[in-house]
């Protein structure tokens, strides 16, 4: 657990303090590299990321199944939760979203290929996909449900790029079409420079919070994404007939913190962004706490 928390979670810890202390110094613009991720790298990410991925048609059903109802179970929890604190609006909104949307990309992949090893990275790929969609859809939806109606917010989140990066991938993969290297190669070299960007725009972000003080949605959004997330994942995984190593990923992912695109989501659109980036630094402390139960259950 010690070489999982230095050798994964360090790095992570050591780019969002590199953001926090020399983008200040740089006078970066948070704005602008929450842009970048959201419109160009983010889509970049989802389509590499799912076009790639090499499974059986059952495994990947059984995967989406499950990661969709963890997803589902833990923002019910964190709705009712959140209610009862007293929140209300966008305060309410952020909160479901900090429960449900997890950091299944950058850290989750690595601690699943780190625990089950390199065989279960697509499996890692398909709920990253599956989660990052369901999150940015309903982030968007309930942001933009704000000023619209709710068919109007849905039909807004199926239509961000990083879903559309998500949806454009999949007859790519079910047909097994060979992308031409000038596309393939370029859309790979923007993907990969999703995590960096998104980390240390979490640490720019970080300047504007007192720390030592959370905001209210952690207490409703911490149970819901750190304990029943997980919970109803492994729960969903047996139900779907998914194997051993199947259901570690699945757990795994559950179990990871809010994910930084969270982050991106309230600053693109305006959703309680203090709030929801509090949650996302509060839940992800807490996390080196229950991650490493959770890879212990799934070995």
């Avoid at 790095?11 to 602008?32: S, W």
């Avoid at 980390?199 to 994404?225: C, H, M, N, Y």
Wanted: glycine share 10%.
């Amino acid at each position: 657990m010690l070489e999982i928390l230095t050798s994964v979670i360090g790095p992570v810890v050591i780019v969002v303090a590199v953001g926090a202390i020399l983008g200040h110094r740089l006078e970066l613009e948070t704005t602008t590299l929450s842009k970048l991720a959201f419109w160009i790298l983010g889509p970049a990410f989802m389509f590499d990321g799912l076009a790639t991925a090499d499974l059986p048609g059952d495994t990947v059903a059984g995967l989406v199944g499950a990661a969709a109802a963890s997803f589902a179970v833990s923002g019910v929890v964190g709705a009712v939760l959140s209610r009862a604190i007293g929140s209300r609006g966008e305060a309410l909104s952020a909160d479901i979203v900090s429960s449900t949307y997890g950091n299944v990309g950058n850290a989750g992949i690595a601690i699943c290929v780190f625990a089950l090893g390199d065989g279960i990275r697509a499996a890692a790929i398909v709920v990253m996909v599956v989660v990052n969609t369901l999150g940015v859809v309903m982030g968007v939806a309930l942001a933009t449900s704000r000023t619209r109606s709710v068919w109007s917010a849905v039909r807004t989140g199926l239509t961000t790029p990083l879903t559309l990066g998500a949806l454009l991938a999949i007859p790519v993969n079910v047909f097994n079409v060979t992308l031409p290297t000038w596309f393939d190669r370029p859309v790979s070299l923007i993907a990969d420079a999703l995590i960096p960007v998104m980390l240390l725009t979490l640490g720019l972000q970080l300047r504007l919070l007192d720390v030592t003080r959370p905001e209210p949605g952690a207490i409703a959004s911490a149970p819901a994404k750190l304990i029943v997330a997980p919970i109803a994942a492994y729960t969903a995984a047996g139900l779907f007939g998914l194997g051993d190593l199947e259901t570690g990923v699945v757990l795994i992912q559950a179990s990871m913190p809010p994910a930084v695109f969270t982050m991106l989501v309230a600053l693109e659109h305006d959703l309680a962004p203090k709030r929801m980036t509090s949650a996302l630094v509060t839940l992800t402390g807490l996390s080196l706490l229950t991650v490493p139960i959770a890879v212990a259950v799934a070995r």
